[in-house]
Nanobody
Framework: QVQLVESGGGLVQAGGSLRLSCAAS????????MGWFRQAPGKEREFVAA????????NYADSVKDRFTISRDNAKNTVYLQMNSLKPEDTAIYYC????????????WGQGTQVTVSS
């Protein structure tokens, strides 16, 4: 199994930036594709961004494309989400998730980190 711990959340003004980190431990990090999801109050969890196990391929939700960047450092067992030009609508709990390269389901999840963007 793999354990995931998010960090880097906080309070920021609209237009500001934050970088979230997700530290992985357990099975080799390089074996997993990684994703970021978020859940705002009263809303369903939504996909934010994903990155392949090698880091070559990325995918973004339309709502964050051109503002957020997902990256990973397999040597550090860490995936990042750089968030720029933050908007109040980005306020949510952000979760890191992992899936094996041969599956489509994210089987492992972190506990989440709160991001709050003030207007």
């Amino acid at each position: 199994q793999v354990q995931l711990v998010e960090s880097g959340g906080g309070l920021v003004q609209a237009g500001g930036s934050l970088r979230l980190s997700c530290a992985a431990s357990g099975r080799p990090f390089r074996n997993y594709a990684m994703g970021w999801f978020r859940q705002a109050p009263g809303k369903e969890r939504e996909f934010v961004a994903a990155i392949s196990s090698s880091g070559v391929s990325t995918n973004y939700a339309d709502s964050v494309k051109d503002r957020f960047t997902i990256s990973r450092d397999n040597a550090k067992n860490t995936v990042y989400l750089q968030m720029n030009s933050l908007k109040p609508e980005d306020t949510a709990i952000y979760y890191c998730a992992a899936r094996e390269r041969t599956t489509v389901k994210y089987a492992y999840w972190g506990q989440g980190t709160q991001v709050t963007v003030s207007s």
